[in-house]
């Protein structure tokens, strides 16, 4: 697991490695956050009410109630279930269509949610949600809290449960996988850690017996017989190897190599605040693991000058591309261009030191015809970097890295493992085990209950979703107003190639076969084993053909959904498709509100200024015709001008930061409406308002300039999403059967003159 070391909080995991306690905040946000905005003022007619967190709502108070208005009373959680049956007091029955000259409207009786003060017409994200907003107390909870999260707690408690009941024997499984979690949680409790503190000792014990093993290497030829041994167990080699799908031949995998990259220096071999930090660490780790000062300064001085050798022979464009590809956590590469392909008879000839063909056998299993060579810089001076002569420096370069990389990963431990405040030591050590089971076996969690808690039933009425979507999908490129006739075919291969997969894996994770889990030993090395393990997965699968069904690393319990462009696939598991984003027992109006507007917005991503630049089958290769092209890139800065400017919690947002999530909004809700008024029976209230409710979200704020204001303004100035209230407004504000169907006008603050409103495809 490489997570980028120049984070790392060096003072954190030092005090934790010297037994000191960590306070860890008691809940993160997901990583997309919802968050709330300064909407502009429209006329001189309207008001300004502060409602919560300092945002402010604009209210006109002369205009008049929609001829239709949607029942929101109640729904705390957006769970309350509007289906036909019990709308019979509220009907609203608005048939909108695209068509200007279709539209249906019946007067509706809704309960008061604040709409006397707070209307649609002016900000509908807190019409919808203002009730809740202002009922959901996050100071108590000291967490923030949304439907996000709602739902991930939810589905997070409902696996615990689930887990426990086998524990417990209430309930059996036959899984071989899954009773080897349980093995392991037993494993686990036998420890008896009280804190995150003894986790730590025994935590360091393991990382010192691999800094030990690369200590203990003799020279080139003995470090070239271990590389796969140190590679399984997650040291970073001096040069770098990944398998990703073949950039030249979509139904294959590839081997990927780049180079080394500087550790303690930056890439231009300097030395800056972050890597003084690693620097901290690093010595703070050795000391207290018993190493004495003057081997700590050798290997702190070994460490520099392999840095700068790496700077020397390589060009900063490579130091760079081994920097991302380091650091770069997803599956796979970071595809950052085509990469130059090499007859792998000559690539193994390279080194005259490192036995490349050996670590390439041992690691996926067979020979390839080709590899391809991301830094080519680095391999053309290989004999430079890598021989006799710099075998020292080699090998503290290799101790500086895995430590840091293990601090790293402990502290990512530290930080998401929330406190309990006066919890008991057993309490502690029961929490804790769970908590190291789901991570050490999170692809079979993800495999397990992914399916356990999915009916077949919401499967399948999520599959048809998506196809439905994907339909209308083709109908909205077809009819786009700018794209050319060899621009749309183009889209549309991509598009019907798209992969969508929904629900949980069903991949063969075959390391967990090959990791024993005893009932009592080394806990950590057990567990380190199976974190490692997963990591080594791809290069276990090398051989087998490309299978976009696989989900990797993906979890299918997080409220989450994701488009990968690599594989032009998309990914929506079983944590999103709950209440209130998707429920077999909610209207199709709300649904497709809710995860409708999700699958739309994923879909979306395969267009946007990222995922445009791959083609149908996730290579690397543009599509576009030139004019097609000047025309996005118009679209493009448009929609970084609609929300350049705009603040929430006194920082401003980034249109170009934000723009491919604010793109994929627009388009996504888009192709869903059309996907509904296909589909037929729509109401259209209740699609507006399910697509609010899904995305509301309350920040815990304690008070102004407090550590938590702070923390949150960091999440925003950092986020690719807009705060959430800002889409739903801005993306609401420029639909036209929106202002339809609450008859907006001029003065209104959620009007946009028609002709400056934003479709992406029209």
């Known amino acids: 697991m490489k997570i980028d070391k120049k984070l790392i909080n060096a003072t954190m995991f030092a005090a934790m490695l010297l037994g000191a306690s960590i306070t860890t905040q008691n809940a993160k946000a997901d990583n997309l956050s ?65 068509d200007e000259n279709q539209t249906t409207d019946q007067t509706a009786t809704t309960t008061n949610n604040s709409t006397d003060q707070f209307k649609p017409q002016n900000d509908y994200y807190d ?98 017989d271990h590389l796969n041994q140190l590679f399984q167990a997650g040291v970073t080699l001096p040069f770098g190897m990944k398998v990703d799908i073949d950039q030249n031949n ?116 067979e020979t390839p015809g080709y590899i391809f060579e991301m830094t080519p810089s680095f391999y053309n001076n290989i004999n ?15 101790v500086a890295n895995y430590v840091l990389d293990n601090a790293a990963f402990m502290n990512d431990l530290a930080g998401d493992f929330p406190t309990v405040e006066g919890e008991t030591s057993t309490d502690f050590n029961q929490r804790f085990a769970y908590y190291l089971t789901k991570k050490a076996f999170a692809n079979e969690f993800s495999k397990y209950f992914g399916d356990v808690l999915l009916t077949k039933e919401s499967k399948n009425a999520v599959t048809d979703m ?3 979507l994907v339909s209308a999908y083709k109908t909205e490129i077809q009819q786009s107003s700018w794209l050319s006739a060899q621009g749309k075919q183009a889209a549309l291969d991509k598009l019907n190639n798209i992969k969508v997969n929904i629900g949980y894996p069903t991949d063969s994770y075959s390391y ?16 380190k084993q199976l974190i490692d393990g997963a990591e080594y997965q791809p290069y276990l699968d090398y051989d087998k053909p490309v299978d976009r069904t696989e989900w990797g690393n993906i979890s299918s319990l997080k409220a989450n959904a994701q488009y990968y462009p690599t594989r ?100 996504g809700f888009d192709v869903d409406e059309l996907a509904l008024q296909q589909k037929g029976g729509a109401n259209w209230q209740q699609f507006f308002d399910s697509y609010a409710t899904i995305n509301r979200y309350n920040y815990y704020t304690e008070s102004k300039n407090s550590v938590d204001w702070f923390n949150n303004q960091q999440l925003v100035a950092k986020d690719v999403h807009a705060p959430f209230p800002m889409r739903v407004n801005t993306n609401l504000a420029n639909n036209d059967l929106f202002a339809k169907v609450y008859h907006l006008k001029a003065g209104d603050g959620m009007w946009i003159d028609p002709d400056q409103r934003f479709s992406f495809w029209s």
Request: avoid cysteine; charged fraction near 20%; charge should be negative.
């Open 250 to 365: 979509p139904k294959l995998r590839a081997l990927y190599f780049y180079g080394g990259s500087p550790v303690l220096l930056t890439s231009a071999g300097d030395l800056n605040q972050y890597n003084e930090q690693s620097q901290e660490t690093l010595g703070k780790f050795l000391t207290s693991a018993g190493v004495n000062f003057d081997a700590v300064a050798e290997i702190m001085k070994n460490t520099k000058q392999f840095d700068q050798i790496l700077t020397q022979y390589q060009t900063p464009t490579d130091v760079q591309t081994d920097l991302y590809q380091q650091g770069y956590t997803g599956s796979g590469i970071r595809r950052l261009n085509d990469y130059l392909p090499v007859n792998y008879l000559n690539f193994e000839d390279l080194s005259a030191f490192v036995d490349m063909d050996k670590f390439v056998d041992q690691t996926v299993g």
């Open 127 to 224: 019409y919808v949600n203002h009730k809740w907003q202002t009922s959901t107390d996050v100071s108590k909870t000291k967490a923030n809290s949304g439907a996000i999260l709602t739902t991930q707690n939810s589905v997070d408690q409902q696996v615990q449960q689930k887990f426990y009941d086998y524990l417990n024997g209430t309930e059996h499984t036959t899984d071989p996988t899954m009773q080897k979690a349980l093995n392991f949680y037993n494993l686990m409790l036998s420890q008896k850690y009280q804190s995150m503190d003894d986790f730590s000792k025994d935590a360091v014990d393991n990382i010192m017996d691999t800094v030990n093993t690369i200590d203990s290497l003799q020279d080139v030829n003995d470090l070239s």
């Open 512 to 527: 967990y076969d090959r990791i024993a889990v005893p009932s009592s030993g080394n806990f950590y090395s057990v567990f």
């Open 34 to 98: 919802n968050q709330t905005n300064d909407d502009d003022p429209a006329t001189s007619t309207i008001s300004k009410t502060k409602v919560y967190n300092g945002f402010e709502t604009t209210t006109d108070q002369k205009n008049d109630q929609p001829e239709s208005q949607i029942q929101t009373d109640d729904q705390t959680d957006g769970q309350k279930n509007n289906t036909a049956s019990n709308n019979s007091q509220t009907q609203a029955t608005d048939q909108v269509t695209k």
């Open 568 to 667: 032009n696939a998309i990914y929506v598991g079983t944590g999103f498709i709950q209440s209130p984003f998707f429920d077999v027992n909610q209207t199709d109006s709300q649904n497709y509100g809710g995860l409708g507007s999700i699958i739309g917005h994923e879909l979306s991503h395969a267009f946007d200024g990222t995922g445009s630049l791959y083609d149908s089958n996730g290579l690397f290769d543009s599509w576009w015709t030139a004019q097609d092209l000047e025309t996005f890139n118009q679209k493009y800065q448009q929609m970084i001008n609609d929300f350049d400017g705009k603040t929430f919690l006194g920082v401003p947002i980034s249109g170009e930061q934000t723009v491919n999530e604010n793109l994929a909004d627009s388009a």
């Open 466 to 468: 998506a196809n439905q």
């Open 384 to 398: 430079k970097i890598i021989n006799p002569d710099n075998f020292q420096k080699m090998k503290s370069w290799m």
